[in-house]
């Protein structure tokens, strides 16, 4: 099977696609992206790059900045973090208040905005804002080997302006202790790693180690077998919000989502994937992003409920 192959028709299907998504439009600067874009790269374990569309177009990785921050927090507090934060689905939308009463302030799992609030309150640790995001910005260019990746400003200002729903959960959790520095601080943590801009390419490359069982590329471990193993494992069950069972139905390996409209899908031993198309569907993940994966795997036999995960 010819991936270069798979993957050039994959990109002319998502070019003549209709039904694109719609763009998110409650960050206003992400609101003028233009809908009809769409990119994948694929690492292999091998280091071979596959990669086709607008692979080099940098975009905001948002919510899938929280599966680097989660990396870094149980770096820093290990299994003490799960006393602060869940990892259960948790059945509701992103950006949901709705079940922090009912269960004390404790988020149903770090992928959630509630529970990434909290993972950016222990990466925060007592530091200003910017020593924490220089820390994430150091990391994530470490593991694409990339010191390009960057910020972007005004992505992270008009999420500021604009993001009360956040500053809502922040505060409530604060009132429970799950998060213990002022809003203020933790969502300009928190903001700032949404905000981080990156291609397909580089965020393929981004997620190597989650492909090699924590292993850095270059050489040298980023984290513990094991760990890599959660990650991916609570990217499968927890990485779509609401639609976490659908893309597991439907792709069959861990993915994280933002509304950026980018997808980091994991394949274990075999693939690091990122997938961006800006339009999204009801549940705040990228429709062709999903439906390309969807194609992918199907094509390739990816998926970690085969026993020979394809022959690619
Ligand atoms: N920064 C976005 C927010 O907090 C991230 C959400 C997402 O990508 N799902 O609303």
Not at 13 to 20: G, L, N, Y
Not at 132 to 156: K, S
Not at 226 to 245: E, F, K, P, Q
Request: net charge negative; hydrophobic share 45%.
């Amino acid at each position: 099977m010819d991936l270069s192959q798979i993957v050039e028709e994959i990109v002319a299907a998502m070019r003549d696609a209709d039904d694109r998504g719609t763009v998110a439009n409650y960050i206003p600067e992400l609101a003028g992206i233009d809908p009809a874009q769409f990119g994948i790269a694929i690492v292999m374990a091998d280091g071979r790059m596959i990669a086709g569309g607008d692979a080099d177009t940098g975009f905001s990785i948002q919510s899938i900045s929280k599966v680097f921050a989660l990396t870094l927090a149980l770096g820093k507090v290990g299994d003490q973090l799960w006393e602060r934060v869940g990892r259960e689905p948790s059945g509701n939308a992103f950006n949901s208040i709705v079940q922090l009463e009912q269960e004390k302030g404790v988020p149903r799992n770090p992928f959630i905005n509630a529970g990434a609030i909290v993972v950016a309150d222990v990466n925060l640790g007592g530091h200003q804002p910017r020593v924490a995001i220089g820390e994430m910005l150091r990391f994530i260019r470490y593991l694409a080997e990339d010191d390009g990746i960057a910020i972007n400003e005004a992505v992270a200002a008009s999420e500021t302006a604009t993001g009360f729903r956040n500053i809502a959960l922040a505060n409530y959790m604060r009132a429970f202790g799950t998060v213990r520095h002022a809003a203020d601080l933790v969502l300009g943590t928190y903001i700032h790693q949404c905000a981080i801009e990156m291609s397909c390419r580089q965020l393929a490359l981004a997620g190597r180690y989650l492909m090699l069982d924590g292993m850095h590329p270059a050489g040298g471990r980023v984290i513990p077998p094991a760990r890599a193993r959660r990650i991916n494992a609570l990217m499968l069950t927890c990485g779509h919000y609401d639609a976490s069972g659908d893309f597991a139905f439907r792709v069959g390996i861990p993915g994280k989502s933002g509304v950026g409209g980018g997808i980091l899908a994991i394949v274990p031993g075999r693939a690091s994937i990122a997938a961006w198309s800006p339009g999204l569907n009801a549940n705040g993940n990228s429709q062709l992003g999903t439906r390309a994966l969807e194609e992918l795997a199907r094509r390739t036999g990816w998926s970690v409920f085969s026993p020979t995960e394809g022959d690619a």
